[in-house]
């Protein structure tokens, strides 16, 4: 099935230790995004990429950054991880802008820890 | 700019009852609206969405949200709740032309037996 993969599914780090969360996607979808979500909050956007167009919000932090190396496979990664950046990490996929209606279609998160 | 206000943040209904799960946005252009749910530690699934159709639009799982423009809001509801309901659902919004959804703060839906 056509679906959004992320690994790993948990992940523990150590307080500035880099870390890199992995989402690929088989539904050639030409946008990616990356949503933090901490406990009990809604999913806040961080970036997306749109092909290969990087479009990053402007209240990410620096400490956030993204590539993606093709169409299926977008990666985050954390270059000095606080205790404030525990929380899940939602990749979603859609086709097209969200403009057209299109759907977003969710990974199932990657929760991470920082020690 | 749009945003969207889901009342309530905890739910709870007998199994068996109606579920409503209340939502409203803020717009200054007709929005596209969303319902997601999201079971723990997973990730979030399209419920239903509206994109200005048909003004009751049904989903998945049982579930129908209405879009009532002079109100403003797009309840979610199921005339009868069951037990595997249990989860978080968020509302959202994209304006038309947007390239980012809204969402809402969720509400977690507690079925008691």
């Known amino acids: 099935d056509a679906m959004v993969i992320q690994n790993p599914r948990y992940q523990v780090t150590q307080f500035g230790k880099p870390v890199t969360l992995s989402c690929s996607q088989t539904?050639?979808?030409?946008?990616m995004y990356w949503y933090q979500q901490k406990s009990s909050q809604a999913p806040k956007l961080l970036f997306h990429?749109?092909?290969?167009?990087?479009?990053n919000e402007a209240d990410t932090p620096d400490n956030f950054q993204s590539r993606r190396p093709n169409t299926s496979f977008c990666f985050l990664d954390i270059r000095s991880p606080g205790l404030g950046d525990a929380a899940m990490y939602l990749c979603?996929?859609?086709?097209?802008?969200?403009?057209?209606?299109?759907?977003?279609?969710f990974g199932p998160g990657t929760r991470l820890t920082v020690l | 700019a749009q945003s969207v206000t889901q009342l309530g943040s905890h739910v709870s209904v007998s199994e068996g009852a109606l579920v409503l799960l209340r939502c409203n946005y803020s717009?200054?252009?007709?929005?596209?609206l969303f319902w997601y749910v999201q079971y723990p530690n997973q990730g979030l699934q399209l419920l239903l969405k509206?994109?200005?159709?048909?003004?009751l639009v049904k989903g998945i799982n049982g579930f129908e949200a209405e879009f009532k423009k002079s109100e403003t809001s797009f309840h979610l509801t199921k005339p009868s709740a069951h037990m595997s309901d249990a989860a978080e659902y968020f509302c959202?919004?994209?304006?038309?032309?947007?390239?980012?959804?809204?969402f809402g703060k969720g509400t977690r839906l507690h079925i008691l037996p």
């Open positions: 979603a996929t859609s086709r097209g802008l969200l403009a057209a209606a299109g759907t977003q279609y």
């Open positions: 539904l050639n979808h030409n946008v």
């Open positions: 990429y749109y092909d290969k167009d990087f479009n």
């Open positions: 717009s200054s252009v007709p929005p596209y």
């Open positions: 509206y994109t200005s159709a048909a003004t």
């Open positions: 959202a919004v994209t304006l038309v032309g947007g390239d980012k959804i809204i």
